[in-house]
Nanobody, 124 residues
Framework: QVQLVESGGGLVQAGGSLRLSCAASGRTFSRYAMGWFRQAPGKEREFVAAISWSGGRTYYADSVKGRFTMSRDYAKNTVYLQMNSLKPEDTAVYYC?????????????????WGQGTQVTVPS
């Protein structure tokens, strides 16, 4: 069993930056791939970024490529999402998720554990 707790959300002006964190419990964290997803009001949840179990592969949605960077710290059992050049369309609740099979994939159905989410708001 893995528990995920996101933090770092908030309100930031367009063009600004935020860093989201996702702290994971459990001794097998290093074996899991991790993903970030987001859900804007009135929209379905969508893929944002993923990182493989080794950290050697990352994968981003086209809408955030070049602006967002995902990383992981094995010593802290934590993954991060550095978000730069934020836009109003980035406003959403951001969720982290864990995939036991260790891949970096964009399909929500492949993820086994989910956090509760953290709100990011970028006013227009």
């Amino acid at each position: 069993q893995v528990q995920l707790v996101e933090s770092g959300g908030g309100l930031v002006q367009a063009g600004g930056s935020l860093r989201l964190s996702c702290a994971a419990s459990g001794r097998t964290f290093s074996r899991y791939a991790m993903g970030w997803f987001r859900q804007a009001p009135g929209k379905e949840r969508e893929f944002v970024a993923a990182i493989s179990w080794s950290g050697g592969r990352t994968y981003y949605a086209d809408s955030v490529k070049g602006r967002f960077t995902m990383s992981r710290d094995y010593a802290k059992n934590t993954v991060y999402l550095q978000m730069n050049s934020l836009k109003p369309e980035d406003t959403a609740v951001y969720y982290c998720a864990a995939d036991r099979l260790g891949r970096a994939v964009d399909a929500q159905r492949e993820y086994d554990y989910w956090g509760q989410g953290t709100q990011v708001t970028v006013p227009s």
